[in-house]
Nanobody, 131 residues
């Protein structure tokens, strides 16, 4: 059985940093395109950052460029999202997702808005940015 388990969320002050982790079990993440999405109450799911193994591309939403970094550690079967200079508008539940379908990172950011378009999702971790 496949599981993606996010961790690293919590309460942080504006300007602070967090690193989210997404550990895979029952699946080898090396071969998957990966993405981080977020959803705030009353808002649509948004692609935050994605990484494609299909073409090596990465994607960052304009709102997080220069502040967030996506990465993966295949030895640990884990993907990460380093988040710096957090802002109140970053408050949301963050989800990791993967797909084996060939696509660019930007395509993944769009495809992932459809829950059923991806292969697997984590259950999410809440980040609250507040003073």
């Amino acid at each position: 059985q496949v599981h993606l388990v996010e961790s690293g969320g919590g309460l942080v002050q504006p300007g602070g940093s967090l690193r989210l982790s997404c550990a895979g079990s029952g699946v080898v993440l090396d071969y998957y395109n990966i993405g981080w999405f977020r959803q705030a109450p009353g808002k649509e799911r948004e692609g935050v950052s994605c990484m494609s193994v299909s073409d090596g591309s990465t994607y960052y939403a304009d709102s997080v460029k220069g502040r967030f970094t996506i990465s993966r550690d295949n030895a640990k079967n884990t993907i990460y999202l380093q988040m710096n200079n957090l802002k109140p508008e970053d408050t949301a539940t963050y989800y990791c997702t993967v797909t084996a379908r060939a696509m660019t990172a930007q395509e993944l950011a769009v495809e992932g808005k459809d829950y059923h378009a991806m292969d697997y999702w984590g259950k999410g971790t809440l980040i609250t940015v507040s003073s």
